[in-house]
């Protein structure tokens, strides 16, 4: 199945992450499981969102996809270089 993009939201913090969860779970339940986050415009994201994009993945990886993430300015970019995280995404 192809991926889906997703653009994430300027600011993707608590008041954003559980409409996103919401919004990845649907698709997953609907029998898609690879993912484009496009970061193009977001110019912040904190730990709440972090840990849904992460919570995210792991669903996706349980049904054989994954979630790239591409199109993230420096800031961005530092969190999840910070975390590690980018050892673990495929970022475009």
């Known amino acids: 199945m192809s991926e889906i993009v997703m653009e994430m939201p300027e600011m993707f913090?608590?008041?954003?992450?559980s409409e996103f969860?919401?919004?990845i779970r649907g698709h997953i339940e609907d029998g898609f499981s690879s993912f484009v986050l496009d970061f193009g415009g977001c110019a912040f994201i904190d730990s709440t969102?972090?840990?849904v994009i992460v919570s995210s993945y792991k669903k996706c990886v349980e049904n054989g996809g994954t979630i790239k993430l591409k199109?993230?300015?420096?800031n961005v970019l530092k969190i999840f270089e910070l975390t590690r995280?980018?050892?673990v995404f495929e970022i475009l």
């Open 13 to 17: 913090s608590v008041e954003e992450a």
């Open 21 to 23: 969860r919401e919004k």
């Open 71 to 74: 199109a993230m300015n420096a």
């Open 49 to 51: 969102g972090l840990g």
């Open 85 to 87: 995280l980018t050892h």
